[in-house]
């Protein structure tokens, strides 16, 4: 099914309470401007602060994070809108695939200036629905359109 990100706004915000499995494919920018292409496997609506707080405690840690309130942006657990333009906040569990291209040619996660490391553990992120080219939840699959 084809969406535009407003639309995909409306179908993420009809989302019921909960976790819910997703993949996406996004392509942004680096900050040395290089294309960023990546698939990640991930969750939205997850209850950071209670995922943090489960980690501690199974590391035999004290339970006692608090999450603090965003630094921008206003909405729900998924998305968020900030300056006009909507976001989806979701908890990254994997990295399926990443490449990296400047002029249309394809270049190394070096030259791109990309200093993501791909690591365990919680890691809310937000992508701008504009980045977002395909997003699978539900057995079902979106392609944005810009």
Known sequence: ???NPTELANVLRGLKKGAHAV???AH???KAGAEKRATINGFLGVDYEAGVNRRLERAGET????AQDPRWGH???IVVEHKGSFYLRINVGRTLQKDFFRDGM?????EAGDSSRDESGM???KYKLQSIRSITMGGKTYMVTQ
């Not at 339970?63 to 608090?66: D, S």
């Not at 394809?106 to 070096?110: D, G, H, L, V």
Request: charged residues 15%; hydrophobic residues 40%.
């Open 1 to 3: 099914m084809k969406l």
């Open 23 to 25: 993949t996406l494919t």
């Open 28 to 30: 942004t920018l680096t």
């Open 63 to 66: 339970p006692n994070f608090v």
């Open 75 to 77: 909405g729900g657990p």
């Open 106 to 110: 394809q270049i190394s996660a070096e």
């Open 123 to 125: 890691k809310l992120r």
